[in-house]
């Protein structure tokens, strides 16, 4: 593989001007204050980022409501004036460092393991998560077994989604990402196994994939046009590597029809290896399958930290940019050091997720 200079030039992402196609995946740090507002702390982590030369920063999941939507235990929120407010300072410092800023929505649904609001979860059934609490983010034990959501409720959630959205675009953010990813709520409704309902938001996949179709578009209808609205997918859970859409292709399609007909601005893949096949059964990736069947700019995220390799999941045509995790995490400058061809850093874990995957003062 040949490292081009694709990743390094500029993109327009729904009227977005990204100073590259370089972004920062969203990962939990959970280094809020404990009543979610913004610390000094977070400040400098996401201005690092910017001044690193990435082009789009995506927060860390922010939980939207002050009832289930909570996932850990000092994560950030925005289900308040009071939390939005304290956001100003990080979209302040990371448009002072001349990049863009995207905030990812989250509501926890069945795989919350610290809300301070509520002491039940809701899902879309009845179902007990599998696996276990993550350690690293203060959790223990199995997961509880979540009470099912009403309609109400539903129309509830959305309408958080929308209040949180707005209140985003009101202290400067450039769009906001809903985290329909990783076995949150809205992927839980889009997996059959944790979606046993009977009503039109379960049973077939068109079906599975109407809520996060109606939050998108409410979504969207409420910021209007000159504001971003993308949605993260995956297949794999936080508490469950290994699953695979049970109809493969035939779902991919169906999921991403449904997404791009719903007005998304782009969709975030996440897999472990973005590249390597979605299914046994065939040999394009995920990244691939959503560009085909969506028709909208697709972010690829998972093992990309590699240039030759970023730089190929773009020059073939698949994803229009990527996100970094664990890279950019070794290296808040990872764009500047390809851009000057500096040696990257190697992940270590040990240092960065262990004992509890907040930001490390090294970090800054």
Known sequence: MILTNTILEPFNLAGMTLKNRVGLAPMTRISATEE?????????????FAEGEFGLIITEGTYIDQKHSQAYQYQPGIACEEQAQAWQSVVDAVHAAGANIVMQLQHAGPLSQGNRFVNENIAPSAIQPTGEQLAFY????AFPIPREITKDELAEVKQRF?????????VGFDGVELHGANGYLLDA?????????HDEYGGTTENRVRFLVETIQDVKKAVGENFVVGIRISQAKVNNFSYKWPAKEQDAQIIFESLGHAGADYIHITEYQAWQPAFETGSDSLVALAKKYSQLPILANGQLDQPERASEMIDNGHADLVTLGKGALANHDWV???NTGEALNEFNPARVLYPIANIKDFEL
């Open 36 to 48: 979610g507002l913004v610390t000094e702390k977070m400040v400098a982590y996401y201005r690092s």
């Open 138 to 141: 203060l959790g223990e034990g």
């Open 162 to 170: 929308v209040d949180a959205a707005i209140r985003a675009k009101s």
């Open 336 to 338: 500047k050091k390809i």
């Open 189 to 197: 409704f889009l997996t059959a196994y944790t979606n046993e309902r």
